[in-house]
C-alpha cells in the first residue's frame, strides 16, 4: 500500500497521516533498504574500531554479510538486474575499503 501511496496517493487507503502515525510507531516501510543501512552502520563501526574491512568469517553477522556482497558483486557484474547491489552500495562497499576478491587482493598484496 505504500508503495502504491508514493505512486499514486489517491489511489491508496494510506494518509500522510497515517504514514506519520507509522513511522512514529518505529513501522519500517523498506525492510530490504533497512537491513542495508543497519548492516553498513555494523560495518562502518567495525571498521572504525580494527582500522580495515577484512571481517572474520567467524563473525556471524558481518561474515554472512561480507559473503553476501561478494556473491552479489560477482552477479552485478554479469547481470546488474539480478543482484540486490547497486552501483551506490558498490560505491558505499569500496568507500569502506571492502574487498570483493580476497583472494585476488591477497595476491596483489604479496606481488
Not at 530490504?32 to 574500531?49: C, F, S
Amino acid at each position: 500500500e505504500y508503495k502504491r501511496y508514493q505512486t499514486d496517493p489517491e489511489a491508496s487507503s494510506l494518509t500522510t497521516e497515517r504514514i506519520e502515525q507509522l513511522h512514529e510507531l518505529g513501522f519500517v516501510f523498506d525492510p530490504r533498504k533497512h537491513e542495508w543501512d543497519a548492516k553498513m552502520k555494523k560495518l562502518e563501526l567495525y571498521v572504525k574500531q580494527n582500522g580495515h574491512c577484512s571481517i572474520p568469517v567467524d563473525d556471524q553477522i558481518l561474515g554472512y554479510f561480507a559473503r553476501d556482497m561478494r556473491r552479489e558483486y560477482k552477479r552485478y557484474q554479469t547481470d546488474p538486474e539480478a543482484s540486490s547491489l547497486t552501483t551506490e552500495r558498490i560505491e558505499q562497499l569500496h568507500e569502506l575499503g571492502f574487498v570483493f576478491d580476497p583472494h585476488k587482493h591477497e595476491w596483489d598484496a604479496k606481488m
